[in-house]
């Protein structure tokens, strides 16, 4: 069965940092492409940045370039994020998303539970 | 970068009726790949239909999308009660973005 657990959230202060990590079981993890989204509370869903298998390419939403950093360590089937310089409106619970296939270019089928990100001061 | 609008944002339905849920591209979506995902309060996502018009494992036959380009439509034949969520459309091709969603709500 696939899993993915995020952790790490927590209640930060602005301009402060986190990192966040997802726990991926039950599948290669290191044959797919992986994704951070994350939604504000009582927003939509946004896509934040996603990571090919090795590492080797790295793509991100306008809004959280510079800031944060997607990264991966297939020995350990982990996925992270490390958030620095944290505003507001990063609030959000931020989700661990995995692709249908191993093309980037296929849907998102499975995902974490989800962990909240609280930035205030 | 392709944006996603979805209309309406709200729709008031029944039990039993038909809902018919609204995405338009900015520009056109390469080979159709536009996904639909369905949400339910404090639950993750999930995948109902992918290149437009494929269900997704699992998903009952009631769901079914179409469309091409920049407009595309997802239809829930006869609604349950469990249908009543929110719902997001998504191109997946580059950087993914998601629709805004519509509220499916009883009416």
């Known amino acids: 069965e696939v899993q993915l657990v995020e952790s790490g959230g927590g209640l930060v202060q602005p301009g402060g940092s986190l990192r966040l990590s997802c726990a991926a079981s039950?599948?290669?993890?290191?044959?797919?492409?992986m994704n951070w989204v994350r939604q504000a509370p009582g927003k939509g869903l946004e896509w934040v940045a996603n990571?090919?298998?090795?590492?080797?390419?790295?793509y991100y939403v306008d809004s959280v370039k510079g800031r944060f950093t997607i990264s991966r360590d297939n020995a350990k089937n982990s996925l992270y994020l490390q958030m620095n310089s944290l505003r507001a409106e990063d609030t959000a619970v931020y989700y661990c998303?995995?692709?249908?296939?191993?093309?980037?270019?296929?849907?998102?089928?499975?995902w974490g539970h989800g962990t909240l990100v609280t930035v205030s001061s | 970068e392709i944006v996603l609008t979805q209309s309406p944002g709200t729709l008031s339905l029944s039990p039993g009726e038909r809902a018919t849920l609204s995405c338009r591209a900015s520009?056109?979506?390469?080979?159709?790949?536009l996904a639909w995902y369905q949400q339910k309060p404090g639950q993750a996502p999930r995948l109902l239909i992918y290149?437009?018009?494929s269900r997704a494992t699992g998903i009952p036959d009631r769901f079914s999308g179409s469309g091409s380009g920049t407009d595309f439509t997802l239809t829930i034949s006869r609604l349950e009660p469990e249908d009543f969520a929110v719902y997001y459309c998504?191109?997946?091709?580059?950087?993914?973005?998601f629709g805004q969603g519509t509220k499916l709500e009883i009416k």
């Open positions: 998303a995995r692709h249908y296939s191993s093309s980037r270019v296929s849907p998102f089928y499975y």
């Open positions: 039950g599948f290669t993890f290191s044959s797919y492409w």
């Open positions: 990571i090919k298998q090795d590492g080797s390419e790295i």
């Open positions: 520009q056109s979506v390469s080979n159709t790949y």
């Open positions: 290149g437009a018009s």
């Open positions: 998504q191109q997946y091709d580059n950087s993914p973005p």
